[in-house]
Each structure stands twice: as structure tokens, then as C-alpha cells.
């Protein structure tokens, strides 16, 4: 077992070489909703159980298919409000059990990334092998139901093995958001060695964590939104900065919920000098644009460098 994940150096963010977004933005904006799919009785995995109740795990299972009902649409409505394209975090069942909400997505040139297959299934204990069929499977049906291939991928409910990232970069994925490392794109290390980035993708500003987690009320969640922004934007100024909201559609979209994004959203879209994106763009950009000079500056900052 691995004492680090060795994806990447320490790279302090102090004087890195500067990051120009398009047109001059100080911050690239994006917004995340993770549009998943939750099995009442999934198969069970021996390292995690996904319900805290014991079948049949209604409540759980009830709020979820809330999300998909009821709250996607509410969000949806917002981000078309604000002139947001979805960057989607998708478990690739949707596909298959609300294909509705995939042609939504669609029509508004949504862009979607890989989160899996089910959100109730692990990749704890799986091998190499059964893992790379996964994420492929996942993949390959994104590519079909939703007209391309996923540049991106968040693990399916953070769970990971030592390889995820690896195998989703062999693969042809060219950007990971299990990284919370950075305010900025970096690149990461695969051991076949494609040009591969992470993309800031937010934990602390992840509605979930927020209310599930931290037990965060909705008018300071807003707030805190509002604070992460102006920081990013403030340092913006000098090298570009990311700020996303991961959002899932059975927390945000409540109704006492809604009114603290929506503020959120208003401020931010408020501001010039931002750039309303997707996490592929972003990664795309800074792989044309940033990359290479960033791999030099990290190097040449090693110990031992010349």
C-alpha cells in the first residue's frame, strides 16, 4: 500500500507561471449537478453499506428519486435563468432509467462526465479488472445515450482504489475531479503517462456536504458561496482561478433550499470577468494553453533541479 498516491509534486501556489482564462476571466465558473442513480437493494459490498437503515431503506431511496422527480427540474429551470450549461456528473443507469432527464440535458447542450454506473456500487474490493470494466461500461454508455464520450470522472460515491485514475486516463479520459488539492488545474501523474489534469471540484462548497454533512443552514450555505467567490475572484486577478458548486438535485432544489443558491447564482453572474464553463473546457483549455509550462515549473522546483 501506497504512502501517497504519487498523482502529483508538492507545487505551492505562491508565483506559479500565470493562468489566462478566455477573455480575461478572473475565475472559471462551473456548476455541477450529480444526476445519479440509487438501487433500494444494491448488491452488497462488504467495506460499505449504503443505507443507514435496513431494508427496505425508504427514506433514502425516496428523497433520491425526489431529486430526479422533482428537484432536477427546479435546478435546471435556475441554471437556464443564470445562462449556466451543466458540466453533469452522471451515473450512466440515468440513461437507461430516466432517459427523459437525458434528452432534458441534451437540448441545452449539457456537457456530462463519467460518476459511475450506480451510486450504490463501489469500486472497494474490486480488482484492476473489474474496475476498468466499470468505468468503461460507464463510458461507453454515456458515449451512446448521451452523443459523447466522457472527458472526466468523479468516482462513483468517492470510492476509489489505488489505479481509478489510471485506468480512466487509459481509457481516454482526460480529467479527474477526486483531486481537492488545488484551486487551479494541475497536472497529474498516470503511469501511462497521458497528458492528463485534475479540475478543482469543490467538497466544501458540495450542497451535500454542506447539509448532510456540516448540518450547514441554507442562508449560510448562500453566504458561503458568496465568500468563496469573492475570494477566487480577488486572486483571479493574478492568475486565474476555478470555483465550482457541486450540486445534487434531492438537496439544492428543495424548496427552503433553493432561494440561497439562486442569491448565489445572481452574484456571481453578477460580476465581469468570469467565465460561466464546463469542467471539460476548462481542462481542454488549460491542457492547450497551461500544461507543458506548468510541468516545467514544477520540475525545475524540485529538489535537486538544476
Known amino acids: 500500500m501506497k504512502e501517497d498516491p504519487g498523482y502529483y509534486d508538492y507545487w505551492p501556489y505562491r508565483d506559479r507561471p500565470r493562468i489566462r482564462w478566455p477573455n480575461g476571466a478572473r475565475v472559471a465558473f462551473w456548476v455541477a449537478p450529480n444526476i ?100 468503461l461500461d460507464a463510458m461507453e454508455t454515456i458515449e451512446r445515450r448521451c452523443g459523447a464520450r466522457p472527458q472526466g470522472y468523479l468516482a462513483p460515491a468517492l470510492s476509489h482504489s489505488e489505479v481509478t485514475v489510471d485506468l480512466f486516463a487509459e481509457l481516454g479520459g482526460v480529467y479527474t475531479c477526486d483531486l481537492f488539492h488545488d484551486d487551479q488545474p494541475t497536472p497529474v501523474r498516470v503511469r501511462g503517462g497521458q497528458r492528463f489534469v485534475s479540475v478543482p471540484y469543490s467538497l466544501e462548497m458540495n450542497d451535500s456536504i454542506a447539509y448532510a454533512v456540516n448540518k450547514v443552514e441554507p442562508r449560510r450555505y448562500g453566504q458561503m458561496l458568496k465568500d468563496c467567490f469573492d475570494r477566487l475572484y480577488a486572486e483571479g486577478a493574478e492568475s486565474g482561478t476555478v470555483m465550482c458548486i457541486p450540486t445534487h438535485n434531492y438537496q439544492v432544489s428543495c424548496p427552503h433550499r433553493l432561494k ?40 525545475a522546483r524540485q529538489p535537486g533541479a538544476a
Open 36 to 135: 445519479e442513480f440509487y438501487e433500494l437493494n444494491p448488491p452488497r459490498n462488504p467495506q460499505r453499506n449504503p443505507w443507514p437503515h435496513p431494508y427496505p431503506a425508504v427514506p433514502g431511496y425516496s428523497i433520491r428519486d425526489y431529486g430526479n422527480r422533482v428537484g432536477h427540474m427546479r435546478q435546471m429551470k435556475l441554471l437556464d435563468k443564470y445562462g449556466i450549461r451543466g458540466s453533469v456528473s452522471l451515473s450512466s443507469a440515468l440513461c437507461v432509467h430516466h432517459p427523459e432527464i437525458i434528452a432534458m440535458c441534451r437540448e441545452r447542450h449539457w456537457e456530462f462526465f463519467s460518476h459511475g454506473i450506480y451510486n450504490t456500487r463501489y469500486t472497494y474490493g474490486m480488482s484492476e479488472e473489474q474496475e476498468r470494466s466499470m468505468i
Open 260 to 299: 440561497a443558491f439562486e442569491d448565489a447564482l445572481a452574484y456571481i453572474t453578477g460580476h465581469d470577468a468570469v467565465w460561466l464553463t464546463t469542467g471539460g473546457e476548462i481542462a481542454a483549455h488549460y491542457l492547450e494553453h497551461h500544461y507543458d509550462q506548468a510541468l516545467a515549473d514544477i520540475a
